[in-house]
Structures are given as structure tokens and as C-alpha cells.
């Protein structure tokens, strides 16, 4: 049976039920375009739902925030003792059937138990998902639950749920303790049960959060800094001397404004490989540092840590900072990595995924494609190497990726500079791999091979030792020789240091003789590609008909069925000229190499992309109106639509993607940011495992 929606219920406050609703959203967004987020109660507050509003943004739902709840704690609890609970279900149900009408699947999050009277002796999730049909799933709460308390616990919520009649979809137990943990995953259960250890990190605010939450004022740092991850907080009464015994990873330190001493100190103990990493500094009593402090700290490149000041005074301060809950907000990047990592390593994703729905859509958003990738990259996990460790934006896609567990990461350079400058940005690089090419054992054998590939081209043995201590080099030839499933590279390098030990060690694949690159242009409600827009100025005719069909291929390898347009100013046979000619001999020349990809050429963008147009200037043809690959006969015009279309309709940019190589290698632009780095890694993943296949 179909199920087209799911009650998601926890009794405790804290158990996790945002993290599930996350889990199962993205899910949701890989495969749907239309998903709708209900909650029927929220709490009494004047401030907008924090779940709504989270998932609303985050998961960029089609819905108004008044069509995503239904009541409040207060007005149901005085419907029920007004004996007008039939009533209040019956207007949840015509809500959600409303709801369920006009998406593909409704997520519904049920307010916790304990968020009620002790005078509402019945659970009202249980009754509003039996009403409207819904399976429920449970989430309860492990933390700090001996092994008889959870097992118990499950067995009395199967019980209550089978006698309630309602259909009982999985029980998911959040922040489990890691003794019990293992115990309990020897106990088979009934139910499809999923258990997931408690992560502290999850459970412990951010600066970010505790600077909104005290009103405090950013004196300096930037904005990157405040996910920084409070650990501790501690008040700095000492001398200088002693209040640097006592400091550790991750401390907020609360202190007095014209404490300079504490302030240059705390600064200076970020700048030392010998100390703890100070989170923050918050700065008490409305003082803040003197325009001498101020011009030292600002003589920085990049300044090492956020300053922060309020007006109470420093025990106030500190009793405000204790109090600051922990929460998941969509700037938490970090922790919503951590979160879905959590969930799709302890959670049979898959199974959820057949039971969920079989409803299918021909619509692909950002979100989906991108999600997508995630998943295909976790499913067959592979290596990566990122020669550019210098770079602040690859240390943080690569925590990104890590606690994603979507890809095993090899940085390469010093070890102890990456782990200075990954502790001092306040990240956790714990499971990544650290490959310095300056000391490796496999310098040698990587000089030794580069040598015996190019010496019939020249290549000296001394310059093959000096191509291995460029770093592009060494992670090409660790590529090529099985130490690594694909590169990424290009974020401090130009294209040219990427792309050219690529072709001298690692080679195109047989047939093609031109590497080229496509990105993958994500639409509101499909996904297009375009290509070559980053590598081949001037294409010839065959060049021209390789990068078809390499980007036909890569398009199927990503779940697109290629239907490839190749672009001039003219349609069909209305125009002549060389440029017209050479995209007509190479639309000839890949029907004849490649008779079973759909083709069409010449034919010019908007008979490609509109039926009306395209039904008008070609009848006949199967492409026309239809095309969603895009070949651009230069580079000045595929480089110059791509950024067109990205800039003026928001679309989203994926890549370049590198293509014609026997292994993956990828490159980045400059400019690029965190989010492109993590999309261009997983489609790195994707391509070796396709590779692996081949």
C-alpha cells in the first residue's frame, strides 16, 4: 500500500525528532518536488515554530507558514475541556487532506508529550495520526536509559500503538549511550528499530547561537567563525599566567572589557601550536577592547577567533550563556552534517525509502539532484584526494563531506600545518588522511612511474623529481595509481595546473582524444547541461562531436536521458557558414560513432529548450523543444550562457565537470564556495564508482 504520509511523535522533550524529520525530508526532496511539512499543535509562543520555520527554509517547501500547523498547546487543551475534541480532529483532518491533495507527501511532526497539562492523560498524537490515516513513527529519547529502560520503553509504545489501531511504521531511539548501544543492536525488534548514539556536539550551542540569544554585539571576527562549537564557558578571574593552565579546546571565556591582559593572551593562544583553541571571547559590563588592542588584532590576516561583548555584567553573563539551549538552525551547516551523517549510518535509509511511497516525478529541483548525489557518493564510498589543504574553503567541505560519510578524504601537505589551521578555524578534521608529498614513501615510486610514462617524451628523471613535489602531481599520480578513486583541484590552481598531469599520466579514455567539461545547470524544476563551457576555446568538428558524446555519457551516468542539442545561430538547413557547417559535420559525425544517442543539429537555443518554437522550426524532430544537453560550438559562447542563465534566473551551477579522462579528476573554479567544492567531490565519487564499473 501507498503511503503518502507519516506522523513523526516523541513523548520527551530533547529526544530528536527534529534530526528524524531531517533524515526523512531529504530523503523525501531526493526523490519529490511537491512535500508539504505539518504540524498539528505547536507550543504557546509569540515567536514563530522553530521546527516549521527550519524546515520551510532549509528544504525550500511550496507552502505558507499559517498552512503548516494547526493549533496551539492552549487553544487544544481548551477544546478538550470544552469536549470539543471531535471537533478539533475533524478540522486537522480537512487541514490535512487539504494538504495531502495538493502535494506528493505531507510530513507531519507531532508536539512532544510533556508539552501538555498533566490534565491531558492520553496521547494526542496518537489520535490525530489514527484520524487522518497516518503511520506513525516514534522517536524516543535513550539518553542517559539503562538497556532494560529503553527495551521496556519500546515495548509498551509497540503495545499502546497496536491497541490504538494505528499503523506503526518504525520506533527511532535518538542519543542512545554507546555501552547500551551495542547491546541493543543484538536484539531484533518487531518493528523496524534504529538506534542512534548520542553526539554531543549536537547537544552543545554554537557561539552563533549564544551571540542571538544574549543580544551580544560582534566587536570582531567574522561570520564564519561563530559556527564555532562551545565546549565550555569560563570565567577569566586570574592573573594571565594562571587562566592559561586552565583553558581548553573550545572554551567561550566570559571577562571583564578592560581585561586587556586576558583579551591579547586569549588572542595569543590561538596563534600557538602550544595551546588549547579558545571558541569565543565574550566581553562583559559593555567594555570593549581600546583602539591600541583593536589595531593590533586587525594587523591580521585573518583574524583567529570571534569577539564578543554585552552589557551585564560578567556573573549575569555567565549565568545567561549556561542557559542557551542547543539548537539546529539552516546556518548550521556544520551540525546538520553531523545530523544526517548520524542518521544515514545508523538508519536503513533504503528500506524507508521502498516503504515510504512509490510515487515517482518528472520534476527535478536543486535540491533533489544535489541530495541525489549524496546519496550515490554514500552508497559506494570512495577515496578523494584535495591537494589544496592551504585553502580555508577545502578544510571546511572536507568536515563537511566527513561528517556526511559521504567520502574518505586525503588532504595533502604538512601534517602539523593542517592540524594547527583546522583547530584554529574550530573544525574536525579527525578522520581525514594527511599525506605530506615532501615526506611520503610514495614520492619515489610515483617519480619512478612518471619517468618510465614521459621519458620516450623527454621527461628527465630530475624532472620527474620536481613534477612530484607540486602538489597536483602527486595527487594525479595517486590517482593513476590506484592510492586514490579521483581528484579535486583547482580552488588556489588554475585550470591548466589541473587538467595537464591529467593528461599526462592518467589519459582519455579509448575513442577520445579531447577532455572537456560540462556543469550541470539546476532549474527550479529540472536540471539542464551545458557543454564544453570551461575548457576547449575553438573546437573543431570532431573535437565538437567528442564532447557530445562524452557529455551524453556523463548525463546518463547522472540519471538524465540525453537529448543533445547542438547550438548555432541557425536551425536546421535555413543558414550557411563555416561555424554552421562544422556544428552540422559534427552532429554527422557522432550519429555515425554513436547511432543511440538522440541528436539534433544545427538548431538554435530556443527551438531547443521551447516546444512551441521548436514544433514551428523543425516539426519533425525528436529534440527540438525537448533538449537537455546544451553543446556550445566555443567557449566564449557556452562560458558566457552559462553565467547568463545562472545569474539572471538563479539557477543553481554545478561543476565543471571534467570528462574524457580514464579517471576521475575535477576541476574548481577560484572563486569557488564550500557548497561547490561538496557537490564537485560527490560527483567525483559518482564518476569512479561508474569507472569501477566500466
Given at each position: 500500500m501507498?503511503?503518502?504520509?507519516?506522523?513523526?511523535?516523541?513523548?520527551?522533550?530533547?529526544?530528536?525528532?527534529?534530526?528524524?524529520?531531517?533524515?526523512?525530508?531529504?530523503?523525501?526532496?531526493?526523490?519529490?518536488?511537491?512535500?508539504?511539512?505539518?504540524?498539528?499543535?505547536?507550543?504557546?509562543?509569540e515567536?514563530?515554530?522553530?521546527?516549521?520555520?527550519?524546515?520551510?527554509?532549509?528544504?525550500?517547501?511550496?507552502?505558507?507558514?499559517?498552512?503548516?500547523?494547526?493549533?496551539?498547546?492552549?487553544?487544544?487543551?481548551?477544546?478538550?475541556?470544552?469536549?470539543?475534541?471531535?471537533?478539533?480532529i475533524?478540522?486537522?483532518?480537512?487541514?490535512?487532506?487539504a494538504?495531502?491533495?495538493?502535494?506528493?507527501?505531507v510530513?507531519?511532526?507531532?508536539?512532544?508529550?510533556?508539552?501538555?497539562?498533566?490534565?491531558?492523560?492520553?496521547?494526542?498524537?496518537?489520535?490525530?495520526?489514527?484520524?487522518?490515516?497516518s503511520?506513525?513513527?516514534?522517536?524516543?529519547?535513550?539518553?542517559d536509559?539503562?538497556?532494560?529502560?529503553?527495551v521496556?520503553?519500546?515495548?509498551?509504545?509497540?503495545?499502546?500503538?497496536?491497541?490504538?489501531?494505528?499503523?506503526?511504521?518504525?520506533n527511532?531511539v535518538?542519543r542512545?549511550?554507546?555501552?547500551?548501544?551495542?547491546?541493543?543492536?543484538?536484539?531484533?525488534?518487531?518493528?523496524?528499530?534504529?538506534y542512534?548514539?548520542?553526539?554531543?556536539?549536537?547537544?552543545?550551542?554554537?557561539?552563533?547561537?549564544?551571540?542571538?540569544?544574549?543580544?551580544?554585539?560582534?566587536?570582531?571576527?567574522?561570520q564564519?567563525?561563530?559556527?564555532?562549537?562551545?565546549?565550555?564557558?569560563?570565567?577569566?578571574?586570574?592573573?594571565?599566567?594562571?587562566?592559561?593552565?586552565?583553558?581548553?579546546?573550545?572554551?567561550?571565556?566570559?571577562?571583564?572589557?578592560?581585561?586587556?591582559?586576558?583579551?591579547?593572551?586569549?588572542?595569543?593562544?590561538?596563534q600557538?601550536?602550544?595551546?588549547?583553541?579558545?571558541?569565543?571571547?565574550?566581553?562583559?559590563?559593555?567594555?570593549?577592547?581600546?583602539?591600541v588592542?583593536?589595531d593590533?588584532?586587525?594587523?591580521?590576516n585573518?583574524?583567529?577567533?570571534?569577539?564578543?561583548s554585552?552589557?551585564?555584567?560578567?556573573?549575569?553573563?555567565?549565568?545567561?550563556?549556561?542557559?542557551?539551549?542547543?539548537?539546529?538552525?539552516?546556518?548550521?551547516?556544520?551540525?546538520?552534517?553531523?545530523?544526517?551523517?548520524l542518521?544515514?549510518?545508523?538508519?536503513?535509509?533504503?528500506?524507508?525509502e521502498?516503504?515510504?511511497?512509490?510515487?515517482?516525478s518528472?520534476?527535478i529541483?536543486?535540491?533533489?539532484?544535489?541530495?541525489?548525489?549524496?546519496?550515490?557518493?554514500?552508497?559506494?564510498?570512495?577515496?578523494?584526494?584535495?591537494p589544496?589543504?592551504?585553502?580555508?574553503?577545502?578544510?571546511?567541505?572536507?568536515?563537511?563531506?566527513?561528517?556526511?560519510?559521504?567520502?574518505?578524504?586525503v588532504l595533502?601537505?604538512d601534517?602539523?600545518?593542517?592540524?594547527?589551521?583546522?583547530?584554529?578555524?574550530g573544525?574536525?578534521?579527525?578522520?581525514?588522511?594527511?599525506i605530506?608529498?615532501q615526506?611520503?614513501?610514495?614520492?619515489?615510486?610515483?617519480?619512478?612511474?612518471?619517468?618510465?610514462?614521459?621519458?620516450?617524451?623527454?621527461?628527465?628523471?630530475?624532472?620527474?623529481?620536481?613534477?612530484?613535489?607540486?602538489?597536483?602531481?602527486?595527487?594525479?599520480?595517486?590517482?593513476?595509481?590506484?592510492?586514490?578513486?579521483?581528484?579535486?583541484?583547482?580552488?588556489?590552481?588554475?585550470?591548466?595546473?589541473?587538467?595537464?598531469?591529467?593528461?599526462q599520466?592518467?589519459?582519455?579514455?579509448?575513442?577520445?582524444?579531447?577532455?572537456s567539461?560540462?556543469?550541470?545547470m539546476c532549474?527550479?524544476?529540472?536540471?539542464?547541461?551545458?557543454?564544453?563551457?570551461?575548457?576547449n576555446?575553438?573546437?573543431n568538428a570532431?573535437?565538437?562531436a567528442?564532447?557530445?558524446?562524452?557529455?551524453?555519457?556523463?548525463?546518463?551516468?547522472?540519471g538524465?536521458?540525453?537529448?543533445v542539442?547542438?547550438?548555432?545561430?541557425?536551425?536546421?538547413?535555413?543558414?550557411?557558414?563555416?561555424?554552421?557547417e562544422?556544428?552540422?559535420?559534427?552532429?554527422k559525425?557522432v550519429?555515425?560513432?554513436r547511432?543511440?544517442?538522440?541528436?539534433?543539429?544545427?538548431?538554435?537555443?530556443?527551438?531547443?529548450?521551447?516546444?512551441?518554437?521548436?514544433?514551428?522550426?523543425?516539426?519533425?524532430?525528436?529534440?527540438?523543444?525537448?533538449?537537455?544537453?546544451?553543446?556550445?560550438?566555443?567557449?566564449?559562447?557556452g562560458n558566457?550562457?552559462y553565467?547568463?542563465?545562472?545569474?539572471?534566473?538563479?539557477?543553481?551551477?554545478?561543476?565543471?565537470?571534467?570528462?574524457?579522462?580514464?579517471k576521475?579528476?575535477?576541476?574548481?573554479?577560484?572563486?569557488?564556495?564550500?557548497?561547490?567544492?561538496?557537490?564537485?567531490?560527490?560527483?567525483?565519487?559518482i564518476?569512479?564508482?561508474?569507472?569501477?564499473?566500466?
Amino acid at each position: 500500500m501507498e503511503t503518502k504520509s507519516l506522523y513523526i511523535s516523541s513523548l520527551e522533550p530533547s529526544a530528536g525528532s527534529l534530526i528524524v524529520t531531517m533524515g526523512l525530508m531529504e530523503l523525501l526532496k531526493r526523490k519529490l518536488g511537491n512535500v508539504a511539512f505539518f504540524r498539528p499543535i505547536i507550543a504557546d509562543s509569540e515567536e514563530k515554530d522553530h521546527d516549521i520555520d527550519f524546515v520551510l527554509e532549509k528544504y525550500d517547501l511550496d507552502m505558507r507558514y499559517s498552512q503548516s500547523y494547526g493549533y496551539t498547546v492552549h487553544e487544544v487543551e481548551t477544546m478538550i475541556a470544552d469536549n470539543r475534541l471531535n471537533e478539533l480532529i475533524e478540522s486537522l483532518i480537512v487541514q490535512f487532506k487539504a494538504l495531502e491533495k495538493n502535494y506528493d507527501f505531507v510530513l507531519i511532526e507531532g508536539l512532544n508529550q510533556a508539552s501538555f497539562t498533566q490534565s491531558l492523560d492520553f496521547d494526542i498524537n496518537l489520535i490525530i495520526a489514527k484520524n487522518i490515516g497516518s503511520p506513525l513513527a516514534v522517536v524516543l529519547k535513550g539518553k542517559d536509559k539503562s538497556l532494560k529502560e529503553v527495551v521496556d520503553e519500546i515495548a509498551i509504545e509497540t503495545d499502546v500503538i497496536k491497541n490504538a489501531g494505528c499503523s506503526h511504521f518504525a520506533n527511532f531511539v535518538n542519543r542512545v549511550d554507546e555501552k547500551v548501544l551495542n547491546e541493543l543492536s543484538k536484539i531484533k525488534q518487531i518493528i523496524p528499530t534504529y538506534y542512534l548514539p548520542e553526539v554531543p556536539e549536537l547537544d552543545t550551542p554554537t557561539v552563533n547561537e549564544i551571540m542571538n540569544k544574549l543580544n551580544c554585539m560582534l566587536v570582531l571576527g567574522e561570520q564564519k567563525d561563530l559556527k564555532r562549537v562551545v565546549k565550555h564557558s569560563k570565567i577569566a578571574a586570574m592573573k594571565l599566567e594562571n587562566f592559561l593552565e586552565h583553558i581548553e579546546d573550545g572554551d567561550l571565556i566570559i571577562v571583564p572589557g578592560d581585561r586587556a591582559d586576558i583579551v591579547v593572551g586569549a588572542i595569543a593562544t590561538v596563534q600557538s601550536r602550544n595551546h588549547p583553541n579558545i571558541a569565543c571571547l565574550l566581553l562583559t559590563g559593555g567594555m570593549t577592547p581600546s583602539k591600541v588592542i583593536k589595531d593590533l588584532f586587525t594587523g591580521y590576516n585573518e583574524f583567529p577567533m570571534p569577539i564578543l561583548s554585552v552589557n551585564e555584567d560578567t556573573y549575569q553573563t555567565a549565568v545567561r550563556v549556561s542557559d542557551v539551549p542547543a539548537t539546529i538552525n539552516v546556518n548550521s551547516e556544520r551540525k546538520i552534517a553531523l545530523a544526517m551523517g548520524l542518521f544515514s549510518k545508523n538508519v536503513d535509509v533504503k528500506n524507508i525509502e521502498e516503504k515510504i511511497t512509490s510515487v515517482s516525478s518528472s520534476t527535478i529541483t536543486p535540491m533533489m539532484f544535489e541530495y541525489g548525489l549524496f546519496e550515490r557518493a554514500r552508497s559506494n564510498r570512495k577515496k578523494i584526494v584535495l591537494p589544496e589543504s592551504n585553502d580555508e574553503r577545502i578544510l571546511r567541505a572536507t568536515e563537511i563531506l566527513l561528517r556526511r560519510n559521504v567520502v574518505d578524504i586525503v588532504l595533502l601537505g604538512d601534517k602539523d600545518e593542517i592540524e594547527h589551521k583546522v583547530a584554529s578555524l574550530g573544525l574536525d578534521l579527525s578522520n581525514v588522511e594527511i599525506i605530506n608529498p615532501q615526506k611520503s614513501e610514495l614520492t619515489n615510486i610515483f617519480i619512478n612511474e612518471f619517468y618510465e610514462l614521459r621519458r620516450k617524451k623527454g621527461l628527465t628523471l630530475e624532472a620527474a623529481k620536481d613534477a612530484m613535489t607540486h602538489v597536483s602531481y602527486f595527487g594525479t599520480m595517486m590517482v593513476h595509481m590506484g592510492y586514490a578513486d579521483g581528484m579535486v583541484s583547482g580552488a588556489i590552481h588554475t585550470t591548466g595546473d589541473t587538467i595537464r598531469p591529467a593528461l599526462q599520466i592518467i589519459k582519455t579514455k579509448p575513442g577520445i582524444s579531447t577532455v572537456s567539461s560540462l556543469f550541470f545547470m539546476c532549474l527550479d524544476t529540472k536540471v539542464l547541461v551545458y557543454g564544453d563551457c570551461a575548457v576547449n576555446q575553438d573546437p573543431n568538428a570532431n573535437e565538437l562531436a567528442q564532447i557530445a558524446i562524452s557529455s551524453a555519457d556523463t548525463a546518463k551516468m547522472f540519471g538524465i536521458d540525453p537529448k543533445v542539442a547542438m547550438l548555432s545561430y541557425s536551425t536546421g538547413s535555413s543558414g550557411h557558414g563555416e561555424d554552421v557547417e562544422k556544428v552540422r559535420e559534427a552532429t554527422k559525425v557522432v550519429i555515425e560513432k554513436r547511432p543511440d544517442i538522440l541528436i539534433e543539429g544545427p538548431i538554435q537555443y530556443d527551438a531547443a529548450i521551447d516546444e512551441k518554437v521548436g514544433k514551428k522550426k523543425l516539426p519533425n524532430s525528436e529534440i527540438a523543444g525537448k533538449a537537455n544537453i546544451f553543446i556550445f560550438p566555443d567557449l566564449n559562447t557556452g562560458n558566457n550562457t552559462y553565467k547568463a542563465v545562472q545569474r539572471s534566473s538563479n539557477a543553481v551551477a554545478i561543476g565543471p565537470v571534467l570528462q574524457g579522462l580514464n579517471k576521475p579528476v575535477n576541476d574548481l573554479s577560484r572563486g569557488c564556495l564550500v557548497a561547490d567544492i561538496i557537490n564537485t567531490v560527490a560527483i567525483t565519487v559518482i564518476q569512479a564508482q561508474e569507472n569501477n564499473k566500466g
